[in-house]
């Protein structure tokens, strides 16, 4: 688990829109925008990246860069975790998949390394591994490789629920060479504006971006 600190809402800029929210039946919102892949495919894949383990990297990175994506709360007390972990689906053979816990790092070549360890342990397993309430400090991943989307939304137990979630779909070529794929982001608008959202996509493309200066 990942250590965590009180937000106090008597001094917490956001307070009023928690407050609000948090008296709606729908909270959450839903967003999908493009996401420039070109580096990571162009470069990073023919020197060896998995694209999928450098997405998980950049979504993960998005999420550490904005301080709301790492806020949960729990009735009105809210928290920040000093760390999220990365709960991906990861497919398993036949029609089934089961969840992978993820630990964040900062490092590409050691976060690849312990991505890529779960990923292989969650594939070979037969339990769903589902959160079902235990921990807070995650955040959701799904990834869609077979669905160029323009819109996705979530499953949601209910308004209680804080955790956000991150989808992506296929890598698309244009013609001019670049390539793309649509991100969803789905969070509780009791912790998380549009200005947090747009944050998050800003530092997961720079992430992508490096691909290139690492070629």
């Known amino acids: 688990m990942n250590g965590a600190r009180e937000i106090d809402l008597a001094t917490w800029s956001r307070s009023g829109q928690f407050k609000l929210f948090r008296t709606y039946d729908r ?40 301080p709301a994506l790492k806020m949960r ?39 690849d390394e312990s991505c890529k360890a779960a990923i292989d342990e969650t594939a070979k397993g037969t339990d769903l591994g589902a959160n079902t309430g235990q921990r807070f400090d995650v ?37 001019d060479g670049r390539w793309s794929c649509a991100v969803a982001v789905q969070v509780h608008h009791a912790l998380v504006d549009g200005l947090q959202v747009g944050q998050f996509f800003e530092a997961a493309q720079i992430c992508l971006n490096r691909f290139a200066d690492d070629a």
């Open 27 to 66: 909270p959450h919102f839903a967003t999908t925008a493009r996401v420039d892949v070109t580096a990571l495919m162009t470069k990073g894949k023919p020197a060896g990246v998995s694209p999928y383990r450098a997405f998980i990297h950049a979504i993960g990175t998005g999420i550490h860069a904005v």
């Open 73 to 111: 709360f729990t009735g009105n007390s809210v928290v920040e975790y000093d760390g999220i972990s990365l709960s991906a689906t990861v497919p398993r053979p036949g029609d089934t998949f089961g969840y992978c816990y993820i630990s964040y790092y900062p490092d590409w070549s050691r976060f």
């Open 139 to 175: 955040a959701y991943l799904s990834c869609l490789p077979w669905l160029d989307f323009t819109a996705l939304d979530n499953a949601l137990p209910g308004p209680e629920d804080c955790i956000p979630r991150f989808s992506w779909g296929k890598f698309m070529e244009a013609a």
